[in-house]
């Protein structure tokens, strides 16, 4: 009796597609093995803020680079720190007493409303009472030098005056200048002066009365 046919070995496709098929679940392995890393997102409210410094530098920064902490204490009881820091253009700038800090770069007083007026944590709801203050004894103190500023703000005793007095003479101040532009633009604009100085409010015309209001408007109209 012959022998039996030989069993023809396995097709060369059938090794192929093993092999392949072992080669993918190494690699899918791998892959299943190498976790993947998700960048972490700025939070919604982080925005892109821009300022451009005295020196001609712009500074592009988010709300999170703003570091923490307040200089209001500080601030409020040195009125010559006040006069250094307020604005970078001024002769009297003095970048090393600037608290805050972005970048490397020391901010001017002046621009802290551009800096935190966005800012997602709301500082500037507690800074901008102070900031106002600030700006009204620092535009005063570079009118002048020092010594005339002290000059003016001294009591009867010839010791300086506080900086709640300082403030409180310099609101009056305001105050009356404010009411004599209010009354000067009256006399100037005569029988104009109510179309002029007035604004729309719930369908009709209503002129202003509030001397700052008035006063503002008149700066407006003469920059024109």
Same mark, same amino acid.
């Given at each position: 009796?012959?022998p039996p046919?030989?069993?023809?070995?396995?097709?060369?496709?059938?090794?192929?597609?093993?092999?392949?098929?072992?080669?993918?679940?190494?690699?899918?392995?791998?892959?299943?093995?190498?976790?993947?890393?998700?960048? /972490?997102?700025?939070?919604?409210?982080?925005?892109?803020?821009?300022?451009?410094?005295?020196?001609?530098?712009?500074? !592009?920064?988010?709300?999170? +680079?703003i570091?923490?902490?307040?200089?209001?204490?500080?601030?409020?009881?040195?009125?010559?720190?006040?006069?250094?820091?307020?604005?970078?253009?001024? =002769?009297?700038?003095?970048?090393?007493?600037?608290?805050?800090?972005?970048?490397?770069?020391?901010?001017?007083?002046?621009?802290?409303q551009?800096?935190? @007026?966005?800012?997602?944590?709301?500082?500037?709801? !507690?800074?901008?009472?102070?900031?106002?203050?600030?700006?009204m004894?620092? +535009?005063?103190?570079?009118?002048?030098?020092? +010594?005339?500023?002290?000059?003016?703000?001294?009591?009867?005793?010839?010791?300086?005056?506080? !900086?709640?007095?300082?403030? +409180?003479?310099?609101?009056?101040?305001?105050?009356?200048?404010?009411?004599?532009?209010?009354? =000067?633009?009256?006399?100037?604009?005569?029988?104009?002066?109510? /179309?002029?100085? /007035?604004?729309?409010?719930?369908?009709?015309?209503v002129?202003?009365?509030?001397?700052?209001?008035?006063? @503002?408007?008149?700066?407006?109209?003469?920059?024109?």
């Amino acid at each position: 009796m012959p022998p039996p046919p030989a069993i023809p070995p396995p097709l060369p496709l059938a090794v192929t597609t093993q092999t392949s098929l072992q080669s993918g679940i190494e690699l899918g392995s791998s892959l299943r093995a190498t976790p993947v890393v998700i960048p /972490s997102l700025q939070p919604i409210g982080d925005r892109d803020h821009t300022l451009q410094l005295g020196s001609g530098v712009v500074l !592009y920064f988010r709300a999170s +680079e703003i570091p923490d902490g307040s200089p209001v204490p500080i601030l409020s009881k040195d009125l010559p720190r006040l006069g250094k820091i307020w604005d970078d253009t001024h =002769s009297s700038w003095d970048p090393a007493l600037a608290p805050l800090v972005i970048q490397g770069h020391p901010i001017a007083l002046k621009y802290w409303q551009v800096v935190y @007026r966005r800012d997602p944590k709301g500082r500037w709801n !507690y800074i901008k009472k102070y900031w106002h203050n600030w700006k009204m004894i620092a +535009e005063r103190w570079h009118k002048s030098t020092p +010594e005339n500023f002290w000059a003016e703000f001294m009591d009867e005793n010839g010791k300086q005056k506080s !900086y709640t007095q300082i403030l +409180e003479e310099l609101r009056e101040q305001r105050k009356q200048d404010c009411l004599a532009i209010a009354a =000067s633009a009256q006399e100037e604009y005569g029988d104009i002066y109510f /179309s002029k100085f /007035s604004y729309h409010k719930k369908g009709k015309r209503v002129a202003m009365t509030d001397p700052r209001a008035v006063s @503002r408007h008149y700066k407006r109209c003469k920059t024109v």
